[in-house]
Structures are given as C-alpha cells and as structure tokens.
C-alpha cells in the first residue's frame, strides 16, 4: 500500500497547486489585455475611419483628388495605428483617391447600411469601410450627418486597411516574456520549497529512525544531531524516553528474574500438587466404586431381613392378636415400609449422582397409573383430613414410557404436598397438549395448601438432604431426597419441572414431560347419559367433575349445598345420572341413603351413585349403613365413571330389583294419608288434630318417644312428624329406633318443632330425619311437604290448600284474636280452648324458669323455654312467641348478657296476656 511522505505532500499540496494558480493567473491576465487591446485598436479604427469620411465629403463634393490625396497621406503618417492603406471610393465606385497605390487590389462593395462596418478581419489585419455623405452648409454638420445620412444616398466609401501583423508580433514578445518570468518564478519557489521540506523532512526521518531502533531494544541510542530549535523539544523528548525505558527495561528484568524464580518453585508444587490428586482421584474412584458396592451389598443386607419382617408381620396381622399387640404388629408394619422407601430413595439417588439411572421404555396405561396413584394418595390425604382432587384431561390409555418412574415422581411430589399440609387441600392436576398425532407434552401441577416455602429457600430446594429448614425435618421428617430425586427423574426425562409457594400459603409444583402414545387419545360421548346432576359441599372437586363431564359432551349441574341440589330436583325430571358426595363420618352415612331414596322418588328413571372418602376403609357395619346404593370412593375419575356406566347397562339390561323407596304405600284406603303426630305437648296435638280435621287425613298422635316406637311396630304411616326435644327419648332417638324397625323403616320423618338453626337443620337430616317443618304449622307449607314426601304413583290426589293470613306483622303484646282464628283455622271455640290451655299452664311454666334460672342450669332452662315456645306458636300471643324465642335463641348461643332482663318482661307479658284472657272465659 503506498504511503505518501512529506515531500510527496509538500509537492502535491503546496508546489503543484502554486505552479497551476500562477499559469491560470498568468493565462488570464494574459487573455484580459489581448482582448482588451483588440477592443481599443477597433475603436481607434471605427473613430478614424468616421474622421477621414467626414474629412473628404468635401473634395469628394469638389472632385479635389489632389487634396483628398493628400490628406489620406498625412493621416497614413501620423496615425498611432498601423494603417497598410486608405482608399476612397467614388459613387460610381472607382477609385477617387489612395494613401498607398501600391496596394489598390481591394474589391469595392457598396454597402447598403449606414456607419462604419468591418468587412475583413484576420491576424494579419483588418478592413472597415464607411459612406460618404454630402452634406448643406447652412445647417450644422452634426444635425446634417445625424438626419440627412439615412435619408440621402452615400456619395462615395472610404475604406481603411490597418495592419495588426506588428501588433500581433509585440503582444507575442508579450506574453512570452510573461510566462517566462513566471516559469522562473515558479521554478525557483519550487526550489525553496523542496529545501525547506528537505530541512523538515531530514530532522523527521532521522527522529523516526531513532524510534525505530529503540523500539527494536538498542536503549542507549541517543539523538546528537542538530536541529532547528523547534524540533529540540521532540529530540529531548525521545532522548529522556529512551534512557527512561532503559531503565524500566532493567528493573523489568530484575522482576522477571525473580518471578521466574518464583514460577519454577511454584511448578514444582504444582507437580507435587498434581501428583497428590491424581492419587487422591483414584482414591476418590475406588471410594465410589467401594461406595456403590456397599450400597448394593447393603441395600440386599437389609432388604433380606426386612423382608421377612414385613412378611411375617403381615401374617401376624391375620391373627387375633390382643388390642396392644395388634398395634405393635401395625407399627412395625409401618416402620419397615418406610425403611424400605428410605433405602429406596438412597439407592435412586446414588444411581442419578453418578448418571448411571435408565429409563424402562415400555407401553403402559397412563390414565390407569394415574388412578392408581391418586387412589392411593387420596386415601393418606383423607385419612388426615385433607381434601383431594383430581382434575384431569382424559388420559391416553396406551403410552409409552417409564410407568414406574412417571408414578414415583407423581407419588414424591404427592407425598410431600400432603405430609407439609396441616389443613385445607390438596389439587393434582393433568393437561394434555398435543404435539402430533403421536407426541405430546404432559402438564402436571400438585397444589396444596400447606407450609409453603420462602423465596430464599427455593433455589436450594432441589438439592439433595435438603428441605425447607432443618426445623422442617425435625418437625416432619424425611430424609430430603424425595425432590432432588424427582428433579434427577424429570432432568432425565428431557422435562421442566418449576415451582411457584408463597410461605404460609402453599405451593404448586408444575411439571412437563414429553410423552409418546401409540393410539390416538379418542374417547365416544356415552350412550344414555346425557345430564348428570352432581351434590358435593366440597367446592374445589366441582371443576374436576366439569373437567370430566364437559369433554364427554354431558351437561353436568354441580350442587355444593342440599337446597340447591333439592332445587334442581324440583326443576328438571331428566337427569340420567345422579352422584351425590359426602364425608365418611356416621352422620353423613346414615343421611346418604336418605337422600339416595328421596332422589330416586323423585327421578325414578335415573341411576343414583354414593361417592366418599375411604369407602374401602369403613367397617362392614359401617358401609351396611348405605344399604344397596352403589357407591363409588372419592375422587371421582373417568375410570369410575366407565365402571359405574357398564353397571348401568348392566342394570338396564338385566332389568335388577328396584332400588328401595323412601315411601312405604299404606295397606288401608289407598286415597287416606296416614300420618303420625309425635309430641309431649298436648296442645300442639290438639290443635294440629283440628287443622287436619276437615283433611282427608287419618292422624295419629303420640305425647312420647316411647309411644311412638309402640305404635309403628303395628301401623304402617305414610309421614311422620316428629318433634325434637322430648322428655325419656328425644326426637333423634325416637328417629333411629323407628329406622330400625320393619314397618316404617322408610317412613318420610319430618323434625317438627318451633325453631331450629340451619346447622341444627343439617344435623336433623344427618341423624335420619327427612325434612323440617317449623312451628306453628303454615298450611301451605304442610301441604307441600305431603306432596313432596307421600304422593307418588300410587296416590292419586293430593290434599286441598288453603290460603291463610301470615303473620308479616311487627309483634303486639297482648292478645291478637284474629292471629289467633288464623292458628286455630277460623274456629272459635278451638281458638278459646287453646288461649285458655297456654294461660293454665303459666304457672307450671314460671316455677320450672325459676328453678333453672337460680340453679344456673342453663339446659333445663332451654327445656323449658322450648317448650313453652312450642305452646306460643298455637295462639294469638305474638309479642309472647317473640320473646320466647329469643330467649331460646340466645340460650342456644349461649348468650346469657340480658337474659335476666328478657325473663322478667316475659312474665310480665303473661301477666297482661293473663289479665286479657278473662275476656274470652
């Protein structure tokens, strides 16, 4: 690559353009003063030429050639310009008088235009020819040439030859003496130049030569020439670097010389160093082997003798041990399980540690294990009063994998999310996204509502031995290998596995894996079931029913509460399938086949389903409470649900005894509803004996528990209407001993009695009885619940309504007559008798208040109260109802603040109620 140097910029940047701007200057000046000059010689012509016209009008007039001729001469001789000749023409165009005759060859042309006109023109001269004009003397001449000359006809030319040959001669020794002054002046300033540069080009050169060789190591070179002083700076300058890196350069070679010394003694360690950890290597490599060879000796060393303790200790589980020893037996069960899952786990992770774990490829129902692990789960989750979902995707049935790993990873993170949740649930969670027909990506997600982990502690979470805190291993156990086990499994999976926990509120661990099936995930809309009504109280299981239901294309109306359930019922007949879900605990299981039969009455075309936790844990006793409903163990699944739907069709097909009813068809006039009256309140009997006098109603009342239980030993009732809160035997006691019996073990049982709170109402239900009417008896209510209970197929009619007035009004004190003909259905004198009864029974009332209220028994003051509220509730006392059951309210509360206070105003109000009964004796 060419490299410009000083002298090639000094002559192309200074002496080249100096040279051309001075031949430009000069060429232009030249050419400005050669034009000019022309311009001057034509002007002195044109003025000359228009002076001789002027001049020889007159002899030209007088035909005086002698004169003219002479005065041609004299301007010849005298003119500043070089005239060759002046020749005048006559009009005729001959020749009238000459300068030079000598030179007369010009050829004459008359010219048709005024003024001087140049007719030649050349370098060696120049021809310009002008008329002649005659002009009158009495005028002036100027007037005379300016307006006759275009008027008259020209009387003769005049014809002036100038030769520029001389001219021309001159301007060239001109211009050549020009140039060549500048030439030499060019000349020597490019000489000048080139000295200067050489004087700046010399120092340079010689400045970079130095640099040069102390660059290339000779530091002891120095700079000694001379220089113009501004260059002294730069030669002092390079002379101090010099002797500068002269000196670094020998401290630099003394600290090499001691870091090289340092380098050797350092290698040598290094060697040594080297030498150690290759032993401490194959130390390390025969410690893993040894370490591998234990614990494979060591995980058959203790499987050998774990195996028979477990196999022994499940044979003793066979026998009828004693109570303590049985629960040793349990436990031994228990710790070796959990032994062998910690040799388990340590062997795994060993295998992951040092990379030797392989994956089983193999086809495997996937759907299936997933059932079969969130089978198992669910049952540890129940057991500690959790609750247990399952939300998921219909599985592919053939996928190909490693089943046995896929389920210890759902079962590690399963097992973990249950054993650090103390309340609340616990959600598994399985979507399937489709890659291809065949390849698909696996989304799990485990939530719970446990512990949860701190942001701090997350990222660590995924090592081995290592949980949450060690205060989390004190309080929970485990060894802390179930995760980095997990995370190894799905690494080795080519799978994600993340993790989103707040602490305190629980966390959600997600999952995806790349899984491959060999059949396309296709599944039919089941035949015959195409509304499914569903009652579960849990609300985290309602969208893995939707989850199950929806994809199948059946609609599914999921109930978390009994009256919306009991509403649905009422609204639609066309349910195909009906699931109802509840708890495992006596209550549920006593009020589970209630309300299977009360379904069943009600869609009689519809398959009923019990579903709950721990079905296969119950006792026999316990499950015989369910009778011959089908039931189904918590969570509900498409395998469970393909079973219950074979039984359908089975069912279907081989048309079975139909299940039990809730109504037992009385044996007597099939038109008459038979109903039996419990309570201890002879008042109340009476009074409902005549609200149902004039109803096609055969009533049979009973004032005890006791009686009752006699009485449906030997009469079959179409309802049963049961008061709660009875001396001997109460309500619920006389609920479960009719249960038992024969007769009316199916007999609808109605809680009658004056208030009851919407948790008492559900323990009612729990407890066997079948529905609630409150007092006092509304009519309209009553005769709804004969027809929601007694009416079937076999009864052809129903009781009559009757419209009623409401009690919507603020209470009165006193005595309301005609709240109390509404009670007594407008009969009067069963109205007075029933004023008349409830005043009678003031006294006993106050005695048995004060007793409880000073002994401070506040259950037999409820008793009380309870009773006496009973007896309000037949007669126009309303501000006397009110105030009894508040006080019922509160005792049931347990709210004693102002109770004094309501006791008093309520015998004062029996006082007045007292006092205004005389009336109507």
């Known amino acids: 690559m060419f490299k410009p140097s000083i002298l090639f910029n000094a002559i192309v940047y200074a002496i080249i ?267 390390a490599l025969e410690a893993s082997k040894i370490k591998s060879q234990f614990l494979a000796t060591m995980s058959h060393e203790v499987r050998t003798p774990l195996n028979a303790i477990v196999g022994f200790t499940k044979e003793l589980n066979k026998a009828n041990l004693p109570t303590p020893y049985q629960d040793y037996v349990t436990t031994i069960n228990a710790s070796a399980d959990n032994l062998i899952a910690i040799v388990n786990d340590i062997l795994d992770f060993s295998k992951i540690e040092a990379g030797k774990i392989e994956l089983d490829y193999s086809a495997f129902n996937l759907n299936q294990m997933v059932e079969d692990v969130s089978k198992l789960m669910s049952r540890e989750a129940f057991s500690k009063g959790l609750e247990f979902s399952l939300e998921s995707d219909i599985l592919p049935i053939s996928a190909i994998g490693d089943q046995h790993r896929f389920k210890q990873i759902l079962t590690n993170l399963l097992s973990n999310a249950i054993k650090f949740t103390l309340h609340g649930h616990i959600i598994l969670r399985l979507s399937l996204s489709s890659i291809s027909q065949t390849q698909h990506q696996l989304i799990i997600d485990v939530e719970d509502t446990g512990i949860g982990i701190s942001k701090e502690k997350q990222s660590k979470l995924f090592s081995a031995f290592n949980q949450a805190d060690a205060s989390t291993t004190r309080r929970y156990g485990g060894t802390g290998l179930g995760l980095a086990i997990t995370h190894g499994l799905v690494q080795k999976m080519n799978g994600i596995i993340s993790l989103k926990s707040e602490l305190g509120k629980g966390s959600i661990f997600s999952l ?151 109504i037992t068809t009385p044996t007597t006039d099939s038109s008459q509803i038979h109903i039996l009256a419990v309570d201890d309140n002879e008042t109340n009997l009476k009074l409902l004996t005549a609200i149902l006098q004039d109803q096609n109603v055969s009533l049979t009342c009973c004032t005890s528990g006791i009686e009752a239980c006699h009485s449906v030993e030997e009469n079959v009732f179409d309802l049963i209407l049961m008061d709660v809160q009875m001396p001997e035997m109460d309500g619920i006691q006389t609920t479960v001993k009719i249960r038992q019996g024969h007769l009316n073990k199916k007999t609808p049982i109605v809680a009658f009695t004056a208030h009851a709170f919407k948790e008492e109402r559900e323990k009612l239900l729990k407890n066997g009885m079948d529905d609630y009417l409150a007092k006092p008896i509304d009519i309209k209510k009553f005769n709804r619940l004969v027809n929601k209970w007694v009416f079937s197929s076999s009864k052809s009619a129903s009781i009559h309504e009757e419209n009623l007035p409401t009690d919507n009004s603020k209470p009165r004190h006193g005595i309301d007559w005609q709240l109390a003909l509404a009670r007594a259905s407008n009969q009067h004198e069963i109205a007075v008798e029933m004023l008349i009864m409830l005043v009678d029974t003031f006294d006993e009332v106050i005695t048995e208040i004060n007793q409880a209220h000073q002994a401070n028994d506040h259950s037999a003051l409820l008793a009380a109260i309870h009773k006496f509220h009973g007896s309000t509730c037949y007669s126009g006392v309303p501000y006397l109802k009110y105030l009894a059951n508040n006080i019922e309210l509160q005792l049931k509360k347990s709210i004693y603040i102002n109770l004094d206070e309501l006791i008093n105003e309520l015998f004062n109000e029996m006082a007045l109620v007292t006092k205004l009964s005389q009336n109507y004796r």
């Not at 228009?50 to 009008?57: F, G, T, V």
């Not at 500048?182 to 300033?189: K, M, R």
């Not at 007949?573 to 495992?584: G, K, P, R, V």
């Not at 075309?605 to 409470?625: A, F, G, I, K």
């Open 17 to 283: 353009p100096s040279i051309l701007m001075t031949v430009g200057i000069s060429a232009f000046i030249v050419h400005v003063t050669a034009k000019e000059r022309n311009e001057l010689i034509h002007e002195q012509a044109k003025t000359l030429v228009e002076s001789i016209a002027y001049a020889s009008e007159f002899n030209l007039v007088s035909l005086n050639k002698v004169g003219l001729q002479n005065k041609l001469r004299d301007i010849h001789t005298t003119s500043s310009l070089s005239i060759k000749n002046i020749i005048v023409y006559d009009e005729a165009g001959e020749i009238f008088a000459a300068s030079n005759y000598q030179d007369t060859q010009y050829k004459f042309e008359e010219q048709q235009t005024a003024g001087v006109k140049i007719i030649n023109r050349d370098d060696k001269g120049m021809a310009l020819i002008a008329p002649i004009y005659a002009f009158d003397n009495s005028f002036s001449q100027t007037s005379q040439w300016s307006s006759s000359q275009t008027l008259q006809k020209p009387i003769g030319q005049i014809l002036l030859i100038v030769n520029l040959s001389t001219d021309s001669y001159q301007r060239f020794l001109t211009n050549f003496t020009l140039f060549l002054l500048i030439g030499l002046s060019a000349l020597v300033s490019a000489i000048l130049m080139l000295a200067l540069v050489n004087r700046i080009v010399r120092p340079v050169q010689t400045f970079v030569d130095a640099v040069k060789r102390i660059g290339s190591g000779d530091l002891k070179y120095r700079l000694n020439m001379l220089v113009q002083y501004e260059f002294n700076d730069l030669k002092d300058g390079i002379n101090v670097m010099a002797e500068q890196l002269q000196h670094h350069q020998a401290k630099l070679e003394s600290e090499i010389e001691v870091a090289t010394h340092d380098l050797q003694q350092n290698l040598l360690l290094v060697e040594e160093k080297n030498a150690e950890l290759d032993i401490a290597r194959k130390e």
């Open 512 to 662: 995806k894996l790349p899984i491959t099936t060999s059949k396309s995930n296709q599944f039919d809309k089941p035949k015959d079931i195409d509304k499914v009504l569903i009652l579960d109280s849990k609300i985290i299981t309602h969208k893995s029913y939707d989850r199950l239901f929806h994809p199948l294309g059946v609609l599914a109306d999921i109930c978390g509460t009994t009256e919306e359930w009991e509403s649905k019922l009422y609204q639609s007949d066309d349910y195909d399938l009906m699931i109802i879900a509840s708890e495992s605990d006596e209550e549920s299981l006593e009020l589970l086949p209630l309300q299977a039969a009360f379904a069943r009455k009600q869609q009689e075309n519809c398959y009923v389903v019990l579903c709950l936790p721990l079905y296969s844990c119950l006792s026999r006793e316990q499950q015989s409470l369910l009778g011959d409903w089908p039931v189904i163990e918590k969570p509900f699944t498409y395998r469970k649900f393909e079973l219950l739907y074979n039984q359908k069709c089975q069912l279907a097909q081989t048309k079975p005894k139909a299940l039990p009813n809730i």
